[in-house]
């Protein structure tokens, strides 16, 4: 890559201003070489300068005799100079505005008055940064690098650029860059000299302005392009404009005048700044380490006071402080507020220990610009440890006054460390990416992937805070778009192409991060959105241009290396890919028909969008047929829409030919699907074939070109773009006739149904052209009612018509009153009624009907069509033709029937049954709503049936153990969860009556599933305020059929309700009690859902089961647990129990069975671990769940041994003695006493009070045990 002047710019501010003279003396002397007001206006002659009284700019006339302004003083100054270089003011004349109207106003460019010949500009406003030479006239011409840059211009080469704006630079002719060019100054010595067209010529007696841009150039490189004789020094200034003068007629005229006085003047400066040391600019006390990067040594504030910008041209930095020396930096650069450095490079300290940087920064009017001085340390600062080196801002050079500078602005001295280790950033790419070629229009494409590897050690994370990337290719930011930098697949920063950098932020972005010892690879993303016949070529041009942070020491490793990108890619024009569609599927057409589709194809265009100009389609007729390409007329691309993309062009050719379209259209990105339209006329023969195709085997088949790039779509040419090199065929088309076949299907199946039934269908009738050449228009049908022996016609009224979905206007009614008379019916269709059968294709019609309330029943209907005679000879027939030619159509008949839909005895029939998914048994809380049952309904023949009323009868009706009162409420929910109007009341009795509000419960006949009701309840508080009473048998039944009441829904008629089996449906028998315990068995260590590592099995003491026992809704108190302990090899003793729901363990048993009297006494029998009874107990609060470890002694524990501990549950409910519930020592004597618990309902409660039982539905445990826990070795 050529390394070419670039110079940063921030911002730009630019205003054109004219020269601003401020005169000393009073308004009656402002006028040296003056033309006084006296109406005596004197002659001026080309170059000379002229200023008008109240007008402070200042002019000058061209060889035309009119006039230009200097946009600048900068350009006044480059023209007009003393002895010591500062601007000569004492040339110009003052003239009335009276005097000055004699001279145009120069219109044709350049129209102002630009910089002396080989002065040095910039473009200020344009983002490349690249600096010109001025030559004569007018021309400028690219510096191209740095080196030629001193060649020329000598070292300090930075320092004579002047900025000037866009416009300007524009107004330039530019000219190859073959140094010297004409207009170039040189000196070598005491001599000056000019480069002309003749080679280098000695300028005698140089003026100021000629020795001022003159550079010290040797004598053996003038020597090589030597002219002979010289160039006088005042020719050089003659052409000010370097323009030619504009070739015209001769003239003459005379005048005179006279005037006098004197003045002075001086150029006001452009803006105020202060500069100062910023107040938060590093302190004392810190260090720098080596291989270290943007350090940030010196912070200073620039403040604008003025009301205008002000651009600072360039600035000087210079290493100071003591002991330090310039070889511990590699570098030193400037950081803007943004983090973002001044100079694209470190810059090495000079002799005089400085670095100028001539990059612009912009001060905006009335604000503070904050800039810090940074340097970059050596790999080794071994000889440079403990040196306290500063960095100063030495000078900077703007058009402004400046204050705060008379001695430089000097930061804290910065300690240099060489033994601590700081972060290290192993920078690679990976994957390496191979050269590839990209169409215009590729999307979400990875230019270049970045692997960064922390390969600190000492427990150094990073976090990458910014990345830039250079693309060294030959595409701009034009063409691309849409650029981010992409980690994991996800989108972390997005960034736009400024003078082919890309940079993104990545401060404070999480997945900036890097571990110590872990890698993440940062991927260049973005669209290509121009550019054709470009490259793009994505690099990390510097190691700077990543900005890696190692957050221990707080400081910025310098990464190992850039990234020299080895992917290159270049930007292709679109693409377009033809296939072939069965969107016009291979089928028959028919002759001498009008808009016939005959081909379909998919143009995919990948990308930029195409226009195609022209396109030759090739016809291919059968071998044998008579058929011919010119038999196909009025020929038409259109969209998948139907949109016409060409106009009409007829085919040609005897036999196979061609049809090639002129019309223009676009193709945009994406898949375009063709059709190929047409006519075509009578002359060909049933059964001949016709096949049409995209050829693109000749490249003058088509003429298309990229819409963005312009390029050319070529087929055959190479590189080709347009794809496949072959032809790409449609469907094959045979010329054939019209055809509809009519056939009555057996759906639906023979149904009985209700007198009064409404719109019930009764057929279904098919149309089919599936062999027609095209499709078909029905326009009338004739169907037949075909009643039983002991039915009439009449009784099917408004019958109706439904045709793929859509219902037809007409309506139909039976007329016969006889019974057993078949009656035909005719149909004739008009306007949209008329339907179309497309070829290839079917439609069914659906026949619905109304069964008059009064029907016979028994008897039955059959509705079709077919071509079998009803008992009045008459056979059913369709008119149809063709829907696009009007021809006729002979159409064929099945002799399939209908199904016959019987006549039934209103009100129909319901099953009652209980539901698959009924409640389980359940230990419910009191004042809670519950669901008790699931009953299931389904209605079984005619109509649909609609529940009025039914009862419901207590599961339990012992007044002992059960009572109405235990239930606040009772009603049902649907399947949906909705409460069934009407259902909700409050039982007073053991045998319930719900009444169910009208339509609320309406069971289809159609449903097969049937519909279920849920029997939910508000259970009674148990207190002694309240009515519930602990341990009470809760559920309900439908006893017998008689007590469901239902009625058809169309009808009214009641129903015949039935029960599905001998035995009522029957809901589960579940428990009340003021609350419940609910187990959870734990892994010993951690909780369910977690995944921890479980303790292996040892001698010694081991923890062997956990659970956790929950009160729900109240308070419940513990009396006895017992576990089944099983063993394989090892054995165990000792075992306790402990409560470890606090960090306090309390063991809650014995070994050795002597009772504790404040806690449970435990004992082991066989394989099972029980308590031995006593007055202890564990209360479970609703707000604190207990939970308890049980833990013991393993002794003889080897390879592979285990112990499996469960614990055990009840298979039924306690026997009952004298009361619902028992006290805990009667439990115990129970034959199901493996888990005791009191839900604490007695008034005075104790292990003593009767409200004690046993663990019989207890959420956790099954009637047999818990999920086993298993600990091995």
Known sequence: MTDVITLSKKAFT???????????????????????????????????????????????????????????????????????????????????????????????????????????????????????????????????????????????WASKINGVTNPQALDYTLVDSNFPIAGMRAMNGDNYYVYTTGGWSMVDDASANVRYWSTEISMDLLNEDMASGSTAGSSLTENVLQIPATEGGEGEGEGEGEGEGEGEGEVVPAGALTVSLASDTPGEGLYVFEGSTHNEFTKVSIENTSDADVTINSMAVERAGGPASDDAFSGVNVMLADSSLLSSSYKTLNSSHQATFTEDVTVPANSTVELSIVGKMVASTDNYAGEKPVLKLASIDTDASVSGMENGI?????????????????????????????????????????????????????????????????????????????????????AEMMNNYVTFDLSGVDAGMIENGRNETFVLRGDIVGGSGRTLDFDIKKVDDIMVRDLLNETYPTPNAAVDGNRVVTISRGTLNVSKTNTVSAGKIAEDSDDLKLGSWNFRVQGEPIDIRSIKLDIEVGASATLQAADFTKLKLVNAAGQALTGATDGSGAGS???????????????????????LNADGTEDDTVQFAVDFTVEANLDAV????????????????????????????????????????????????????????????????????????????????????????????????????????????????????????????????????????AVNM???????????????????????????????????????????????????????????????????????????????????????????????????????YLYLTQVVTDTSSSSYKDYDEIWFVDESGTEVAGTRMAPTSTKPKINFSDDAFVVSKDD??????????????????????????????????????????????????????????????????????????????????????????????????????????????????????????????????????TDTEEVLNDTIGTPDADIYTWETSGADWTTAEASGQVKVPTSIPQTFLVRGTVTGASSGDSVRVRMAGDAAHVAGTDTLMHTSLEVSTDANDDFIWSDLSAGSHSVSTDDWTNGYLVKGLNSISSTATTVSL
């Not at 308004?27 to 109406?39: E, K, Q, S, T």
């Not at 079709?864 to 159409?891: F, P």
């Not at 009100?907 to 230990?923: K, Y």
């Not at 590592?1093 to 809704?1113: E, H, I, K, S, Y």
């Open 410 to 494: 000097t930061g804290n001295a910065i300690e240099v460390n060489s033994t601590v280790t700081i972060g290290v950033a192993t920078v690679t790419e990976s994957p390496d990416r191979g050269n590839v070629t990209e169409e215009v229009g590729t999307e979400g494409f990875d230019f270049l992937s970045v692997k960064i590897a922390n390969d600190s050690g000492n427990d150094i994370d990073l976090a990458v805070e910014s990345m830039r990337f250079n693309n060294a290719g030959s595409a701009d930011g034009a063409d691309v778009a849409n650029l981010s930098l992409v980690v994991d697949g996800n989108v972390i920063a997005t």
């Open 657 to 679: 030919g061609s049809v090639t379209f002129s019309d223009s259209f676009t193709l945009p990105i994406g898949n375009n699907e063709i059709h190929l339209m047409g006519n």
């Open 846 to 948: 659906l026949v619905y009907a109304d069964l008059t309330a009064g029907a016979t029943a028994g008897g039955a209907h059959t509705i079709d069509l077919r071509s079998t005679a009803d008992d009045e000879g008459a056979t059913n027939a369709v008119t149809a033709q063709g829907a696009t030619s009007g021809s006729d159509i002979t159409e064929t008949y099945s002799t399939a029937s209908a199904s016959a839909m019987t006549v039934g005895a209103a009100g129909g029939t319901m099953e009652v049954s209980l539901a698959s998914d009924n409640t389980n048994a359940t230990l419910f809380s009191a004042g809670t709503d519950v669901e008790l049952a699931a009953f299931r309904f389904y209605a079984t023949t005619t109509e649909d049936v609609e529940l009025e």
């Open 14 to 156: 630019w205003s054109v201003v004219v020269v601003t003279v401020m005169w000393s003396m009073g308004a009656a002397a402002l006028m040296p070489l003056v033309v006084n007001a006296d109406n005596h206006c004197g002659d001026l002659e080309p170059g000379d300068t002229f200023m008008v009284e109240g007008n402070n700019g200042v002019y000058m006339v061209t060889e035309d005799l009119e006039y230009m302004s200097f946009p600048s003083a900068a350009i006044y100054k480059s023209w007009f100079m003393t002895d010591d270089y500062e601007a000569d003011w004492s040339g110009y004349a003052t003239l009335t505005a009276e005097c000055a109207g004699n001279y145009d106003q120069r219109r044709d460019d350049p129209n102002y008055v630009g910089f002396f010949p080989g002065s040095l500009i910039q473009d200020t406003q344009s983002f490349s940064g690249k600096v010109y030479v001025v030559g004569n006239d007018h021309t400028i011409a690219h510096i191209p690098d740095e080196a030629s840059a001193a060649k020329w211009f000598g070292d300090n």
């Open 706 to 841: 990229g819409e963005t790039t312009g390029d050319s779509i070529t087929i055959v040419t190479s590189p080709a773009y347009a794809f496949p090199n072959a032809e790409s065929d449609a469907n094959l088309l045979t010329i054939s006739s019209l055809s509809l076949s009519v056939l009555t299907l057996s759906q639906p199946a023979a149904q009985t149904i209700a007198q009064g039934s409404s719109n019930h269908l009764y057929s279904t009738i098919r149309f089919d052209a599936s062999d027609s050449a095209e499709d078909v228009q029905v326009t009338d049908f004739e169907f037949s009612i075909r009643p039983s022996a002991t039915a009439k016609s009449n009784e099917i009224q408004n019958i109706r018509f439904v045709v793929d979905g859509t219902e037809l206007s007409v309506t139909k009614d039976g007329s016969d009153t006889d019974v057993q008379d078949d009656e035909e019916i005719t149909v004739s269709l008009s306007g949209d009624d008329q339907f179309v059968v497309p070829k290839g294709g």
């Open 1008 to 1141: 097969n599933n049937g519909a279920t009701l849920y029997l939910m309840a508000d259970l009674a508080d148990i207190s002694n305020s309240a009515n519930g009473v602990s341990d009470h048998f809760l559920g309900y039944k439908i006893n017998v059929k008689a007590d469901v009441t239902a009625v058809g829904a169309l009808t009214g008629t009641g129903t015949g309700e039935f029960l599905s089996s001998t035995d009522a449906p029957t809901g589960n028998t579940h428990y009340v009690y003021r609350g419940v315990p609910k187990v959870e068995i734990l892994p010993i260590v951690g909780e369910v859902s977690e995944s921890a590592t479980q303790p292996a099995l040892g001698n010694g003491a081991n923890d062997l089961f956990r659970f956790r026992v929950t009160a729900l809704n109240n308070d419940i108190a513990l009396s006895s647990f017992i576990f089944d302990i099983t063993t394989t090899g090892a054995n165990v003793t000792d075992l306790y129990i402990y409560n470890v729901t």
